[in-house]
């Protein structure tokens, strides 16, 4: 049973940084591609970042600049360092993972339960 759990959210003024670690345990996603989404109070989910099997990032606009996704496959974990932030990045964020390798699609079918990034003013 594959299993995604989020940590290192929390409170930080406007500017400061957060770094989102996600470790997966139940099956090894080394092969597989790896993402962040987040929601905000009365939104939608949207996506934020992801990572495919080989090292290739994509990011959507907003956060270009500002945060980086990596991968660590021997631990089977993805990070999202995030700087720079503002109060406009206040949600919950989630990892999750791909069936596949690529990221021709940005549908993803594993979800971890999320970690909630505050940004004050």
């Known amino acids: 049973q594959a299993q995604l759990i989020e940590s290192g959210g929390g409170l930080v003024q406007a500017g400061g940084s957060l770094r989102l670690s996600c470790a997966a345990s139940?099956?090894?996603?080394?092969?597989?591609?790896m993402g962040w989404f987040r929601q905000a109070p009365g939104k939608g989910r949207e996506f934020v970042a992801a990572i495919n099997s080989g090292g290739v990032t994509r990011y959507t606009d907003s956060v270009k600049g500002r945060f980086t996704i990596s991968r660590d496959n021997a631990k089977n974990t993805v990070a999202l360092q995030m700087n720079g932030l503002k109060p406009e990045d206040t949600a919950i964020y989630y990892c999750?993972?791909?069936?596949?390798?690529?990221?021709?699609?940005?549908?993803?079918?594993?979800w971890g339960q999320g970690t909630q990034v505050t940004v004050s003013s």
């Open positions: 999750a993972a791909r069936k596949y390798a690529t990221l021709g699609s940005l549908t993803f079918d594993y």
């Open positions: 139940g099956h090894t996603f080394t092969n597989q591609a």
